[in-house]
């Protein structure tokens, strides 16, 4: 090998090297608006991020003609081959965490970082995601939560529905922003909505999806605030940033429209056992 040869070598050799001293986010799906402000952030910060499609946004760019070679070759890797797969991709590189920009990425995001990064994980919690587990997971824990059901066939619901008044909820079991949140007066409605949420499926996420027969919820509905609490964790340690109050309710015929949120102050007692009920 020449000299100049040898030196180029090094000079690589060193570039990685020092490129494995930088840390590392993972970022599933992160493709979206905020990406500029995320990168922003990593540079501050010398963190370098390394974008991954989830496996179900993986299959939709495949599906619309995109070459499956370069789709796949960023894309999570299936589950049981992450340690394998940061081995040969990673080059020993430190893994901060892993930050996720949609729903159909969470799963796999929560797997990585249980997988890769130990100590910033609490374990996989399906209930996350899917909103029936996560009431019942709520109600396990002894906090307050909505009588619900899951039905598996209109017969089920409606033995739900004939011991409670309207109006009652009813929801995907795996979605974001109240798409296809309906609230039913009656049992007509009530029918309908559960006809349309049959034939419909909100997240492109299949792999904690439940069976067709079992993707909605119906809840008694709770009159009253919405309150949002923004938290934060490190070293096991739970904090609240943030309280928000939301301004949301029916128009233009839909529902649950959000109309705005407002920063809540503590100056009460309901805001801090708004906080408390969080923790």
């Not at 922003?40 to 991954?52: C, F, G, W």
């Not at 299949?206 to 949002?228: P, T």
């Not at 839909?254 to 009460?268: I, K, T």
Request: aromatic share 6%; proline share 4%.
């Amino acid at each position: 090998v020449g000299p100049c040869v040898g030196h180029r070598l090094s000079m690589i050799s060193l570039a990685v090297a020092c490129a494995a001293l930088r840390p590392l986010l993972l970022y599933v799906d992160g493709f979206g608006t905020h990406s500029a402000q995320v990168q922003r952030h990593a540079d501050q910060r010398s963190t370098q991020i390394l974008r991954l499609h989830s496996r179900a946004a993986a299959s939709v760019h495949i599906d619309h003609g995109e070459a499956a070679e370069e789709i796949l070759a960023d894309t999570v890797p299936l589950p049981g081959d992450e340690r394998p797969w940061a081995a040969q991709r990673l080059h020993g590189m430190q893994v901060l965490g892993v930050l996720c920009s949609s729903d159909c990425g969470l799963a796999d995001a929560e797997r990585l970082q249980h997988t890769l990064v130990p100590e910033r994980s609490n374990g996989l919690h399906p209930e996350r995601r899917d909103k029936w587990a996560m009431v019942e997971a709520m109600r396990a824990a002894g906090l307050a939560a909505a009588d619900q059901c899951a039905p598996s066939c209109w017969d089920d619901m409606q033995s739900f529905l004939r011991a409670r008044a309207y109006p009652v909820v009813l929801k995907p079991r795996r979605g974001q922003a109240s798409v296809l949140v309906g609230l039913a007066h009656d049992e007509p409605q009530a029918r309908k909505m559960h006809d349309a949420l049959r034939r419909s499926s909100v997240s492109i996420d299949a792999s904690e999806q439940a069976s067709r027969d079992g993707r909605l919820v119906v809840q008694e509905y709770l009159r009253g605030v919405e309150y949002v609490v923004d938290t934060v964790s490190a070293a096991g340690e739970h904090k609240a940033l943030a309280l928000w109050r939301y301004d949301k309710g029916e128009e233009n015929g839909a529902p649950f429209v959000y109309r705005g949120d407002e920063l809540c102050a503590m100056q009460s007692g309901i805001e801090q056992a708004v906080v408390e009920y969080a923790f």
